[in-house]
């Protein structure tokens, strides 16, 4: 077809060697943003009209919300430690565990919508995405300050979150998160850093929590900055 092209514009420069500097509220050096995803529940499942399920999925979401949500919970209390919750919002409405369903609610915490479910939104219209999101700002129970949309988007979902806006914008685990984190903190004397460390109730482990608690230990340490 004439004039037809499936190329897309590709970046592959950035800022080179000279990005952008800025520094974060009183003058605090690293970032440090702690997020669980909340989509026990949403997986694939004929008991919520699917045509397939998947056991060994199925046992490790069910173990998340079982033994490891609470522990972390606590943890960051225990810290002072400031949270995110990426919620698919059909985990509030499945009702597969009523008092986690009432914590993004009523904890002190941001929520970041992560869509209606663990599904590939592949072939969804405009129409249907929009009605997605919607569902999960209502189902939220309150104002949700950002969007993490399930991979592979589609070419409508960024104009879609947009225009739903404004948002704000084991001992491996550990090491590598050390090691993020020792990279960041001298670079952040530039310009400010940032580190996210996403929490899958479902995979995580005792050990990989006893990570969580060793970093938070780590960067609460008064010599640093944060």
């Known amino acids: 077809m004439a004039g037809f092209t499936t190329l897309r514009p590709r970046d592959f420069t950035g800022y080179g060697d000279l990005p952008p500097r800025f520094t974060w509220p009183g003058g605090k050096k690293v970032a440090t943003n702690l997020a669980i995803n909340y989509e026990e529940g949403t997986e694939r499942n004929p008991l919520l009209g699917d045509s397939e399920r998947d056991l060994m999925q199925e046992g490790e979401y069910e173990y998340g919300t079982r033994a490891i949500i609470w522990p972390l919970l606590r943890h960051f209390k225990e810290f002072d430690a400031p949270y995110s919750v990426f919620l698919s919002s059909d985990a509030l409405t499945v009702n597969v565990n009523p008092a986690l369903s009432e914590m993004p609610k009523t904890e002190d915490c941001d929520i970041v919508s992560h869509g209606t479910r663990s599904i590939s939104r592949v072939g969804l219209t405009e129409e249907m995405e929009r009605a997605d999101l919607c569902w999960s700002i209502n189902q939220a129970g309150k104002r949700i300050l950002g969007a993490f949309p399930r991979s592979p988007i589609t070419e409508n979902n960024r104009r879609i979150m947009a225009d739903a806006g404004p948002y704000t914008g084991s001992t491996d685990c550990f090491d590598y998160l050390k090691d993020a984190f020792d990279i960041l903190y001298p670079e952040s004397n530039e310009s400010a850093t940032m580190i996210s460390i996403g929490l ?12 969580i608690i060793r970093f ?7 010599s640093l900055d944060l």
């Open 200 to 211: 899958h109730a479902q995979i995580m482990r005792p050990g990989g929590v006893a990570s």
């Open 216 to 222: 938070l230990e780590y960067v609460n340490k008064d």
